[in-house]
């Protein structure tokens, strides 16, 4: 469904319209849409089909847009849960740049959002960048010096990071599109790792707004059912912990690269969802450990993983401490 919001005047002086178009819809709009984010590769475009379609239960999908001359030529996409959320697909056709259109979207999607209940909501930018002053502009703050990774807390991330991740209980679920605007929380927390998931790209504090897309839509390159589990609190409804294996194309698909990461007080979740990766028996495991999470340690000498070495990590992870990043393996299980 597309609503109006309000008529606006762009710097150029030209008269367009802020609207929002939230799923299912099938008008003109959304045909319009598909258009104009028809340039995201094909896991982003599935994500762009699931939220127009509204067959997202529990995912609130918004599309913030600005429409002049009957077309839509502007857009900034939300996708929430629980007033957690992926902020993304920032977008202006080329002949309308430079006319303010992103700034008017951002002060009415986060007006909205605000009123709403919004709780935390993640975004991924080129650091120092226009866009990074811009949400700047509206509350989001960088989540470590000079990286394009950006928060925004309507409470503060201290106060949110408390309430989210408190003792619960938990439930394990095969990785899904619900999941996907809520892991953000997860990934970007305050957290000793800095390699947190790293086959969904996650290296330092950044989002999984891609990476998770992966191990979702059905146009990846991970095939296998069971690749990624997370444990759910029954409380806040979020991820408390993730498990992932990737095939390592490198090894010529005989090893998998396995990720595990959690919330503090959460690690005892990682074993379980270990076990529900279905790794094929034929294949080693291989994991790393961040220097500065070394609980993960006793983790995988429980999973009968053992160290077999170590290696440098870019210095750009660990400015003011160590590189070593630890090596563990795990045979194949007859």
Known sequence: MYQKIQNVTLKSNETAEVGVLSG??????????????????????????????????GVDNRFYIIIKDGRPVANIMTVTSMGIGVFGHVFTVPEERRKGAADIILHHLMDDFTKRGGRAMYLGTGYDSHPYHLYAKYGFKGAQPESGAMLWFADGQEKFESEVFRSAPTRQEELSFKHWPTLPALAMMKHPAMLRILSMHVTSISSTEGGSLDFISPSSDVKEKGAAWVSVSESSKIPMAIATRRCNEYFHERVDLIDLLSAPGFEGELPKLFEKLQSPPA????????????????????LGFEKTGTL?????????????????????QA
Request: charged share 25%; hydrophobic share 35%; net charge positive.
């Open 312 to 332: 440098k990590a870019a210095l750009r992870l660990y400015p003011k401490g160590s590189s070593d990043v630890e090596i563990w393996m795990r045979a194949p």
């Open 24 to 57: 299912p819809d099938t008008s003109n709009v959304a045909s319009q849409m598909r258009t104009l984010l028809g340039h995201k590769g094909p896991a982003f475009f599935w994500q762009v089909e699931q939220s127009l379609s509204g067959d997202t239960p």
């Open 283 to 302: 294949r080693s495991a291989l994991c790393y450990v961040d220097p500065f999470w070394t609980a993960k340690r006793d983790i995988l000498k429980k």
